[in-house]
């Protein structure tokens, strides 16, 4: 098994599962309905010029969140 | 309920961007009625599809919804309207669930709550054509017996399936969905006992009881979900215990409600979804490369604003004046019609001018508000939030203030009614509260007659001209930067911002969607802040034209004698800090209506004959003449360089301005918040006029 890292440490194209999830914050909670739940694939599609916010592809569509929430969100890359 | 109409009530719910505008627009067509949802500024819409019997049936389009646990004011109307707690809406009694097809599962989640609602359930499928054409297959008769509603297939841009979703429509024994999900072990307890005391004690009806329970147990904020009403002592009690229950054994009741759901989905989308032969990247990936490259990026988006701007400028200037032609044809025709008096004058000078005032600026705000649609339609409005966010960080707001915030260097008017795709209410209040500090286009005659006075030749070199322009564009845009952030960190300080946000796919925009969209939009802004402009331009025609001068007086003297003139001179000690005179205060005073006007009114003050203001090319050497020939009483010159300068200085930062503060009464839905918008930007712009001009004498200018 591959070490956990945080989302917003994964590469620009690298896939990972994701493991860890804080449990509270409405925040949080918006980001499992929209399908970003421990268990699920996601792939990190590109960061913005700036530097952040970052996107996600998961469950075929894309999602944009800051940094700063995704580092509250364990990863597991995938091999 | 109401006897007028016994058509059965039909809402169509989906996610954003799931192409919901576009399939009640062909539903309805023109027979829609749009509005707001009164006490929140949400676009409500409601209109009158036929079905396959001819009979009529009502149909509400819904806002955009992620969850039934909204984060949103959209999202909070779409639950409420479905819960039937708007006593303005009729509660729905079937719903067209509306998903986009080529992302089934997120778009089931909604699906999934609503299906908890105890009504009859439409699923329609759209872009089903974009399914095809990824390969993949989703096998409907499965769905349908899965869930146990009807399920049909459409694509919404073409009417394709539309007879079809009619005819389910027309359905009298349409059925309840049958739920292939229960509530988790751990929770259901806690949902059934929620649920009958919902019932018992709260009033709820039986059947959506289990749905508000199951709401209550997702969201963190309870008084939130039960709406204005607060839960009762025992609901609360019940709520409170299982949820110390549950914090004493550690689990996480609301990320297992979601978990369990998306399970759900995850198995019936298994059965009902093949997926299609993985393929390379595709037609959206690939502009999205670049479209947000970290240099080609920039470049589109600069592209696109300029040519957006470019538009704005050179196509709304014909039809600018042409309104301006014709209303000031209209006031001669009348003028010559009506025989002299207090009401041709009241009719030609105040009600004319105040519709004229409204009008002309219409075009420049359909324009702005079709780029806007456009933007909106095509996925694109998106990508610019996802690359200026960062930016907008900095002072504490989000990507998605951007394109309002950039509007606004038109208009402030279609800016700040851009400001509904803002989620968070006081990101949103935020940026309409600074909008207006971005230099609009009513500002730039006032610029250009300051320029022209402050240089002593004839012609004022380009180089100087430009440079002048463009630093006030800057300071208005620093301004309003400086202001959002203080903003942010006082009086709106709030929960540390979040950015979750989609990125749909790229698609062709629906013209006619948009058009009509632009159309509404316009049509809202004429309806809402109309009536308030037509009062403010009557209450200043009057100031200007009372008490009467004898009949010899020149329009000068009139003016000077006037309650505006009174009022100039009753100003002058506040102004004379930063170097204007009465006149100038009646020019302040006047301008209220928009800014341009300035310009007129300066020349009716300083005497200039026959100049003409309704023409935007007017020749404005013998203004600027007359104004450099201008004295204080002791004879030192009035408009000097610094004070051309310092009132230059003025109009970046100062309110003047009656059309924006009616609409952001309209979108703030209060006084309090237009109010203390015209008193915090004409404070500043009293005080940064103030150093400005004490500095510039102190240093000798």
């Known amino acids: 098994m591959a070490a956990e890292i945080r989302l917003s440490e994964l590469a620009a194209g690298k896939a990972a599962v994701i493991r860890s999830f804080p449990k509270s914050g409405s925040g949080f909670l918006r980001l499992r309905e929209m399908g970003l739940l421990p268990g699920t694939t996601v792939t990190l599609v590109r960061v913005a010029p700036l530097g952040d916010p970052i996107e996600i592809k998961l469950r075929g569509y894309l999602l944009t969140l800051r940094k700063s929430e995704a580092e509250h969100i364990g990863v597991e890359p995938a091999p | ?701």
């Open chain 2, 1 to 701: 309920m109401k006897s007028e109409s016994t058509a059965p009530v039909f809402a169509i719910v989906g996610n954003p961007n799931c192409g919901k505008s576009t399939l009640f627009n062909a539903l309805t067509g023109l027979k829609q009625k749009v509005g707001n949802y009164p006490g929140v500024t949400v676009e409500k819409k409601q209109g009158t599809a036929y079905s396959q019997h001819g009979l009529p049936l009502t149909v509400i389009d819904l806002p955009g919804a992620y969850s039934l646990a909204a984060r949103s004011p959209d999202e909070a109307v779409t639950r409420d309207v479905l819960l039937g707690r708007r006593a303005d809406t009729p509660t729905p009694d079937r719903i067209i669930c509306l998903v986009d097809a080529t992302n089934l599962e997120r778009n089931l989640y909604l699906v999934h709550q609503v299906m908890d609602l105890g009504r009859p359930v439409i699923l329609a499928l759209n872009m089903m054509d974009l399914v095809e054409a990824s390969g993949m297959t989703i096998r409907i008769g499965r769905l349908q017996t899965a869930l146990g509603i009807p399920v049909i297939p459409c694509e919404a841009v073409n009417g394709k399936g539309l007879i079809e979703l009619k005819l389910a429509m027309s359905r009298t024994d349409l059925p309840l969905p049958r739920h292939a999900w229960d509530v988790p072990g751990a929770i259901a307890a806690a949902v059934a006992e929620l649920q009958a005391s919902l019932a018992l004690n709260d009033g709820k009806s039986p059947l959506s009881a289990r749905a508000e329970a199951l709401l209550l147990l997702t969201d963190q904020d309870s008084i939130r979900v039960a709406g204005s009403t607060p839960l009762s002592a025992r609901t609360a009690e019940i709520l409170a215990t299982w949820k110390k229950r549950w914090e004493a054994e550690g689990m996480d009741w609301a990320g297992t409600l979601v978990n369990s759901r998306y399970e759900a989905i995850g198995r019936l989308a298994a059965e009902v979804v093949q997926p299609g032969a993985a393929s390379g990247p595709t037609v959206s990936d690939r502009i999205d490369s670049v479209v947000t490259h970290p240099l080609w990026g920039w470049l589109i988006l600069g592209v696109v604003m300029t040519l957006i701007f470019v538009s704005i400028f050179t196509l709304a200037e014909y039809p600018m004046d042409w309104i301006g032609n014709g209303v000031s044809a209209l006031a001669g025709w009348v003028k010559g019609a009506l025989a002299p008096g207090d009401l041709r004058d009241l009719l030609t000078d105040g009600a004319i001018q105040g519709v004229g005032t409204i009008v002309t600026f219409l075009p420049q705000i359909l324009i702005l508000f079709f780029f806007i649609g456009l933007l909106e339609n095509t996925g694109y409005m998106a990508r610019a939030a996802f690359i200026m966010d960062r930016m907008m960080s900095r002072v504490g707001l989000n990507g998605r203030s951007f394109i309002p915030l950039l509007s606004s260097y038109a208009c402030a008017i279609p800016g700040i009614m851009a400001t509904r795709t803002i989620e968070d209410p006081k990101d949103r209040l935020t940026t309409i509260l600074v909008a207006p500090l971005m230099s609009c286009s009513a500002r730039l005659p006032v610029y250009l007659l300051m320029i022209a006075a402050m240089m002593p030749g004839n012609l004022v070199p380009l180089a100087t001209k430009v440079g002048l322009m463009l630093f006030m564009y800057a300071i208005g845009t620093f301004g309003a930067f400086g202001f959002a952030w203080l903003f942010k960190r006082t009086l709106l300080k709030g929960a540390p911002p979040l950015m979750i946000m989609e990125l749909p796919p790229y698609r062709l925009p629906g013209l006619k969607d948009v058009a009509m969209h632009m159309v509404q939009r316009a049509g809202l802004f004429l309806k809402r802040a109309g009536t308030v402009i037509l009062g403010i331009s009557i209450i200043l025609w009057f100031l200007s034209t009372y008490p009467k001068s004898p009949a010899t007086a020149t329009q000068t003297q009139q003016v000077e004698h006037s309650f505006a003139g009174r009022a100039g001179h009753a100003i002058e000690p506040l102004i004379k800090p930063i170097g204007f005179d009465w006149r100038i205060g009646i020019g302040l005073i006047s301008s209220f209506a928009a800014r341009e006007v300035f310009v007129s009114s300066t020349a009716v003050v300083f005497s200039v004959e026959n100049f003409d203001a309704t023409n935007d090319h007017a020749d404005i050497a013998p203004l600027r003449v007359a104004l450099r020939h201008a004295r204080w009483p002791d004879g030192r010159a009035l408009f000097t360089p610094l004070v051309c300068l310092t009132l230059m200085i003025y109009y970046v930062f100062a309110m003047q301005c009656m059309s924006t503060i009616a609409v952001v009464r309209r979108e703030t839905n209060s006084w309090r918040w237009p109010i203390f918008q015209t008193l915090y930007m004409t404070g500043a712009a009293w005080i940064f006029s103030f150093i400005i001009y004490q500095v510039g004498t102190a240093i000798g200018f």
